[in-house]
């Protein structure tokens, strides 16, 4: 599905692949990561990517959403308290910090902080040495950090709501992860991955999206890029419960308050011509998994795609696949125009 190869990153694209370039090299040292992106666009994923790939992989992965907690709460979950440190403390409780000792430690929306919140981890960063609430001792900790902003960190310290200190501190190993819009050609593989998943755990789901629905879902904007497309194939996929296909109807820009809107075209033909390859590859590469998965029976494959034998044999001649066997070995081949595969 991905040519990163990195769990969790799906796509295909020079943008994509440029991420995952950056997530092997981070993941090889104990270095500070900064990662930066718009909503929806796969921060924590890529997080979670750098930690299962580092040399702390076997270690404890935490991970807080700093905008999810009142600073009070924060500064408990975060340097933990001792019993009586404030009301409701009825025992000693290590914070995430200590738990996080000797692994990763993954901090989400961390300009959500005040600025003295932020001095304070800021001495962590620089020290290791955390002071949980109503204690009088130091403790030391060893965490490797990571820390992930839907806001570019420079703009935020321009305004006044980082403290410049603490950017240096952090922008020692930065990702940016590109909008959903600006790579478009990881959308087929993307709809596939979020469609398998559906049909996991609701096999009633459609195994496919048509080519006009597929079309539709490469021209959106998505504002709330790859959590929106994800939402968008899981809504689409009750609606076509029972069909073989998410068809344009199916889609949510269709509805009468629809999220969905299409992006207007600066070339058209130019366009086009990349999405009907899109569309091709896909309806390919979903061929390709039914018959492997039948033993290249074209019957049985069929039946899994929800087509008849001779609509299969159609989109096959129209894609350019055949079936035969091979004369080496009498095993049975797929061929792509001509070519094996």
Do not use: W
Request: proline share 4%; glycine share 10%.
């Amino acid at each position: 599905m991905s040519g990163s190869s990195i769990p969790g990153i799906i796509g295909e694209s020079a943008a994509i692949r440029h991420v995952a370039a950056l997530v092997r090299v981070a993941a090889a040292s104990d270095v500070t990561v900064l990662i930066e992106g718009e909503t929806g666009t796969g921060k924590e994923l890529v997080a979670r990517a750098v930690a299962a790939l580092g040399t702390r992989r076997d270690r404890p992965v935490v991970a807080i959403n700093c905008g999810a907690l009142p600073e009070s709460m924060l500064d408990a979950e975060l340097f933990g308290h001792r019993h009586g440190a404030f009301t409701g403390a009825s025992g000693d409780r290590r914070g995430l910090l200590e738990s996080a000792d000797g692994g990763t430690l993954f901090l989400d929306e961390i300009t959500s902080m005040s600025p003295g919140f932020q001095a304070r981890l800021l001495r962590v960063l620089e020290s290791g040495e955390i002071r949980p609430v109503g204690c009088d001792r130091v403790r030391r900790v060893d965490l490797r950090v990571l820390v992930a902003s839907n806001l570019r960190l420079e703009d935020c310290v321009a305004r006044g709501d980082l403290r410049s200190d603490l950017y240096y501190r952090l922008n020692v190993f930065p990702i940016v992860l590109p909008p959903l819009r600006e790579r478009r050609e990881d959308i087929p593989s993307l709809v596939t991955a979020f469609l398998d998943a559906v049909r996991r755990t609701s096999p009633a789901a459609p195994t496919a999206v048509s080519g006009a629905a597929l079309e539709q879902l490469l021209r959106g904007e998505y504002p709330g890029n790859v959590r929106q497309l994800k939402n968008e194939i899981a809504r689409a996929a009750v609606l076509a419960a029972g069909c073989e296909r998410i068809e344009v109807a199916h889609l949510s820009a269709n509805a009468p308050a629809g999220r969905f809107r299409p992006a207007v075209c600066a070339a058209p033909l130019a366009i086009a011509e990349r999405r009907g390859a899109a569309i091709a590859e896909l309806e390919r590469q979903m061929i390709r998994e039914a018959l492997e998965s039948h033993g290249y029976n074209v019957s049985r494959a069929a039946a899994a795609l929800r087509l008849s034998r001779f609509g299969l044999r159609k989109r096959m001649h129209r894609l350019g696949l055949t079936v035969g066997r091979s004369l080496v070995g009498c095993g049975t081949t797929l061929s792509v125009a001509g070519t094996a595969s």
